[in-house]
């Protein structure tokens, strides 16, 4: 079955600190990737996409993914986070057909300081 | 329009009643999505459009839900004879078209049945 697995619902950081989000897919699914975030209160967004090419994407704010083929994993982290990144993290994958994302459960990033 | 416009942002209604979800996708957007989002999961698809050809339609949990989009820009998903189970958040998306284009979401309708 296609499936995209986010292994934790709620990760609780210290401003500044690193943090990793991780996210694992089925290899039935297509190798386009994505993480979405939403803010509270506000849509999804997207954070940044793999698509082909590099491994390694990056988006505007400082986070990054790594497209690891063998361990059909897509972790997202951040070196140094700070407090505006509170926010729910979806990871995605295009279906096969490209017709529609399938969605991990989300993983809830809470950053206190 | 800017982006994806989703009516109405919050939809209170009670069982057995039929609720209409309107959504405005970004103009030149070939392809629709809708997307629902129960409490604490990620979005599940119910059904795809291009242009106003419903291309997929598998996601769509029974014959209560139905979905258009008649001139190929703004849609309609509707759920006749709601029930409790229908609570969830409704997102719909669009975008270019293809698998490697990005969807675009808009703020979705928060549908509660009393």
């Known amino acids: 079955a296609q499936s995209v697995t986010q292994l934790d619902s709620q990760v609780p950081v210290f401003e500044e600190a690193p943090v990793e989000l991780r996210c694992n897919y089925s290899?039935?699914?297509?190798?386009?990737l994505f993480w979405y975030v939403q803010y509270p209160n506000q849509g999804l967004q997207l954070l940044l996409k793999y698509l082909s090419g590099s491994t390694l994407v990056e988006s505007i704010n400082g986070f990054e993914a790594e497209f690891n083929k063998s361990q059909t994993s897509f972790h997202l982290r951040k070196p140094s986070v700070h407090i505006s990144d509170t926010a729910e993290y979806f990871c995605a994958a295009s279906n096969q057909a490209g017709t529609a994302l399938i969605f991990g459960k989300g993983t809830t990033l809470s950053v206190s300081s | 329009g800017a982006g994806v416009s989703q009516s109405p942002r919050y939809k209170v209604t009670k069982r057995g009643q039929d609720v209409a979800l309107r959504c405005d996708p970004i103009s030149g957007h070939v392809s629709l999505y809708w997307y629902r989002q129960a409490l604490g999961q990620g979005p599940e698809f119910l059904t795809y459009f291009n242009y106003e050809a419903q291309q997929d339609k598998s996601g769509l949990p029974n014959d209560r839900f139905s979905a258009e989009r008649p001139e190929g820009s703004i849609s309609t998903l509707t759920i006749q004879r709601t029930e409790q189970r229908d609570s969830a958040m409704y997102r719909c998306a669009s975008s270019l078209g293809g698998a490697k284009n990005i969807q675009y979401f808009g703020a979705g309708t928060r549908l509660s049945v009393l």
């Open positions: 290899s039935s699914v297509s190798v386009y």
